[in-house]
């Protein structure tokens, strides 16, 4: 029986040499390679902000996905043998002086989990100078007929689950885009939910 | 790999907001976590990240052949375990830290403290089938938190551990033992657990079994998850 490493914040200064081009781009297994070919491809931006509207500077965001056919490659995965072989489904980001980040990936497939149908969604991983816990969010994206019945959507009282919500925000480099902004700290109205165990 | 993630043990985490540390009281959400069961999402995550973020890099205090980092050359090596005490390997390990001088290589660290020509400061490896880890690096300095109410952070090491699941994500700092400057650093201190603090302290190593020239730490680290059916040998 081993206890768990305290967590603590990463301060203001995590490494921006840890960062390569294509670190934010989870369509790709590294930097490297070629973006896989399957789903279609999109851009995720938005801006991480604190209390009052300010933005987080040098916050960190880790991003987790299912292929575009709701397929992790991990063992975990019940139909991890047919995941997209050349999907990588994870990147990080970092927010520059105005709080803006942005990923590039292909958007996630539904899947069943037990008996629950799970909405398209992005498992996000948010840490920040002045968080001393790490934050878990979960991304949805607007339209989807499955939003109605996921499980974790379900949990969120009905009046901030637009909150999880991503919006479309027009195209980019030929893909569409969408927005999704966290708010770290708000009142209930602005303020992201977040998820724990 | 672990399919099962309890609940924080009461006293391990820090507590938030955390007294005496001013962006604390700006970044943390006021309302509560919507508890909910780790999904597949969560449970699960990239299984050969270092094909991405490429490991290897372990060797802070050397960087140029012949050209040290300024300071005490030092040794941390140890393990990454889960909450069954089985070693994780294949875990993407970075640490970062400042310098010498408690300066950090990073341009949003402006203060007037000399920067080492030699020293960057982060390196990334993985753990081997073992579980284990190693850096060669110095010794950070302090430095002090700006603001009203300014502290010294004592010399620490922030290790950012990515491991089998999304939930097994640890970024954790890592302290020397002794320092007077422990007992009065608020992000050590704001975990309430005496335990907890001193399992963020390494341990010296016998400088006999260090070897000349560099000082030697041992420092595991454990991360959230265990396997809910033991595997087979
Ligand atoms: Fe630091």
Same mark, same amino acid.
């Given at each position: 029986?081993?206890?768990?490493?305290?967590?603590?914040?990463?301060? !203001?200064?995590?490494?921006?040499?840890?960062?390569?081009?294509?670190?934010n781009?989870?369509?790709?297994?590294?930097?490297?390679?070629?973006?896989?070919?399957?789903?279609?491809?999109?851009? *995720?931006?938005?801006?991480?902000?604190?209390?009052?509207?300010?933005?987080?500077?040098?916050?960190?965001?880790?991003?987790?996905? #299912?292929? &575009?056919?709701?397929?992790f490659?991990?063992?975990?995965?019940?139909?991890?043998?047919?995941?997209? !072989?050349?999907?990588?489904?994870w990147?990080?980001?970092?927010t520059?002086?105005?709080?803006?980040?942005?990923?590039?990936?292909? *958007?996630?497939?539904?899947?069943?989990?037990?008996?629950?149908?799970?909405?398209?969604?992005?498992?996000?991983?948010?840490?920040?100078?002045? *968080?001393?816990?790490q934050?878990?969010?979960?991304?949805?994206?607007?339209?989807? &007929?499955?939003? &109605?019945?996921? !499980?974790? *959507?379900?949990?969120?009282?009905? &009046?901030?689950?637009?909150?999880?919500?991503? #919006?479309?925000?027009?195209? #980019?480099?030929?893909?569409?885009?969408?927005?999704?902004?966290?708010?770290?700290?708000?009142d209930?109205?602005?303020?992201?939910?977040?998820?724990?165990? | 790999?672990?399919?099962?993630?309890?609940?924080?043990?009461?006293?391990?985490?820090?507590?938030?907001?955390?007294?005496?540390?001013?962006?604390?009281?700006?970044?943390?959400?006021?309302?509560?976590?919507i508890?909910?069961?780790?999904?597949?999402?969560?449970?699960?995550?990239?299984?050969?990240?270092?094909?991405?973020?490429?490991?290897?890099?372990?060797n802070?205090?050397?960087?140029?052949?012949? =050209?040290?980092?300024m300071?005490?050359?030092?040794?941390?090596? %140890?393990?990454?375990?889960?909450?069954?005490g089985?070693?994780?390997?294949?875990?993407?390990? /970075?640490?970062?830290q400042?310098?010498?001088?408690? =300066?950090?290589?990073?341009?949003?660290?402006?203060r007037?403290?000399?920067?080492?020509p030699?020293?960057?400061?982060?390196?990334?490896?993985?753990t081997?089938? /073992? %579980?284990?880890?190693?850096?060669?690096?110095?010794?950070?300095?302090a430095?002090?938190v700006?603001?009203?109410?300014?502290?010294?952070?004592?010399?620490?090491?922030?290790?950012?551990?990515? %491991?089998? +699941?999304?939930?097994? =994500?640890?970024?954790?700092?890592?302290?020397?033992?002794?320092d007077?400057?422990?007992?009065?650093?608020?992000?050590?201190?704001?975990?309430?657990d005496? +335990?907890?603090?001193?399992?963020?302290? +390494?341990?010296?190593?016998?400088?006999? /079994?260090?070897?000349m020239?560099?000082?030697?730490w041992?420092?595991?680290i454990?991360? =959230?998850?265990?396997?809910?059916?033991?595997?087979?040998?």
């Amino acid at each position: 029986m081993h206890h768990p490493t305290s967590q603590a914040t990463i301060g !203001p200064f995590f490494p921006r040499t840890f960062f390569r081009e294509g670190d934010n781009d989870l369509r790709r297994l590294t930097a490297e390679a070629a973006p896989t070919a399957r789903g279609e491809s999109i851009l *995720l931006r938005g801006r991480v902000t604190r209390e009052g509207g300010v933005p987080c500077v040098n916050a960190i965001l880790e991003a987790w996905q #299912a292929d &575009a056919s709701g397929r992790f490659r991990h063992p975990a995965d019940p139909e991890a043998h047919l995941a997209d !072989p050349d999907f990588g489904g994870w990147g990080r980001a970092w927010t520059d002086a105005d709080g803006r980040y942005e990923f590039r990936t292909v *958007l996630p497939g539904a899947f069943t989990e037990g008996n629950r149908r799970r909405a398209p969604h992005i498992g996000l991983v948010v840490m920040a100078s002045g *968080l001393m816990r790490q934050l878990q969010t979960v991304l949805f994206f607007p339209g989807m &007929a499955e939003n &109605a019945a996921d !499980p974790v *959507l379900d949990l969120v009282p009905p &009046a901030r689950r637009r909150l999880l919500l991503a #919006a479309a925000d027009g195209e #980019a480099d030929g893909m569409r885009a969408f927005r999704f902004d966290l708010r770290l700290r708000g009142d209930a109205a602005v303020e992201t939910p977040f998820f724990t165990e | 790999m672990p399919d099962r993630f309890d609940p924080w043990t009461p006293g391990i985490e820090p507590v938030v907001p955390t007294e005496g540390y001013a962006s604390t009281f700006t970044h943390t959400p006021t309302l509560p976590p919507i508890r909910r069961r780790a999904t597949r999402t969560e449970a699960t995550g990239p299984v050969d990240l270092w094909r991405k973020l490429p490991c290897g890099d372990d060797n802070l205090a050397v960087v140029s052949p012949g =050209r040290p980092a300024m300071g005490q050359l030092i040794h941390i090596a %140890g393990r990454i375990l889960d909450e069954d005490g089985r070693p994780v390997p294949g875990a993407v390990v /970075e640490l970062w830290q400042a310098n010498a001088a408690g =300066r950090y290589f990073h341009p949003n660290d402006t203060r007037d403290a000399p920067l080492d020509p030699d020293f960057i400061g982060n390196g990334r490896i993985r753990t081997d089938a /073992e %579980g284990r880890y190693a850096f060669f690096t110095i010794k950070p300095g302090a430095y002090p938190v700006p603001g009203p109410g300014f502290w010294w952070r004592p010399p620490h090491v922030h290790f950012s551990v990515l %491991g089998p +699941a999304s939930l097994s =994500r640890l970024v954790t700092q890592m302290y020397f033992p002794g320092d007077p400057l422990n007992p009065l650093d608020r992000i050590l201190m704001s975990v309430p657990d005496a +335990a907890a603090r001193e399992r963020l302290v +390494a341990q010296p190593i016998p400088p006999a /079994e260090a070897g000349m020239g560099w000082l030697g730490w041992t420092h595991d680290i454990v991360l =959230r998850g265990r396997a809910a059916t033991p595997e087979l040998p």
